[in-house]
């Protein structure tokens, strides 16, 4: 199964600024995914980030707060726009490398903002 | 859209204790995942089921996918504390992203 890594592990960032969390897999995936988990929660997903085209959003989340890049298929980042306190959470990338081995996730990002 | 909705939300138990956690679609699905998260991690693949009544077991872990593709469940006989965590099934089609139920935390004392 894929690796990744997943970067930053934690932040803390102050309100109205921006926050780049990068994903790096250690093998060629046609598609990555975006997730939030609020403490206790499940995971919702955010996006679904192909290369070469731009990320489709599901319901409730849209590009101008959650920016995608994915310039290459090992690669992408997502951004957290202009933060708010309700923006607190972790946030997961996945990647599925095949059936028999399921998705894998990064190990998430810990963001909280003040 | 898909939903997919899981019971319990918690459960605890005594160590030695069975338990089960059950998974339940609004649609038929073409294959269920079950992943287990400890807390402060992330979530890790325990298996796949496909076919229409599958049951397959790790160790102490038992995961049957309905008659109807519509539900699932996982059953860990004998817990342990290393069985601590949460439990959620995720349901999608191959090649798009999973849609998680809302997991059930398990917790142990021994």
């Known amino acids: 199964s894929a690796v990744i890594s997943q970067k930053p592990s934690r932040d803390i960032c102050q309100r109205g600024t921006s926050l780049t969390i990068q994903c790096q897999v250690d093998s060629q995936v046609t598609m990555m995914f975006w997730y939030r988990q609020q403490p206790g929660q499940s995971l919702t997903l955010i996006a679904t980030?192909?290369?070469?085209?731009?990320?489709?959003?599901e319901s409730g989340f849209v590009i101008d707060k959650f920016p995608i890049s994915r310039p290459n298929l090992t690669f992408s980042t997502l951004t957290v726009s202009n933060m708010s306190p309700e923006d607190s959470s972790i946030y997961l990338c996945?990647?599925?490398?095949?059936?028999?081995?399921?998705?894998?996730f990064g190990s998430g990002t810990r963001l909280t903002v003040v | 859209g898909q939903q997919v909705m899981q019971i319990p939300q918690y459960q605890h138990v005594q160590e030695g204790e069975d338990f089960t956690t059950y998974c339940n679609s609004s649609?038929?699905?073409?294959?269920i995942q079950w992943y287990k998260q400890r807390p402060g991690g992330h979530p890790v693949f325990l298996i796949q089921l496909v076919k229409s009544g599958e049951v397959k077991k790790q160790k102490r872990l038992t995961f049957q996918f309905g008659e109807a593709k519509k539900n699932s469940s996982l059953h860990i006989t004998a817990t342990q504390t290393t069985d601590v965590g949460t439990y959620f099934c995720a349901g999608g089609e191959a090649g798009t992203a999973l849609i998680f139920g809302k997991g059930t935390t398990l917790s142990v004392s021994s």
């Open positions: 980030a192909n290369q070469g085209s731009e990320a489709t959003y």
């Open positions: 996945s990647v599925g490398t095949g059936t028999s081995y399921g998705y894998t």
């Open positions: 649609t038929t699905l073409s294959n």
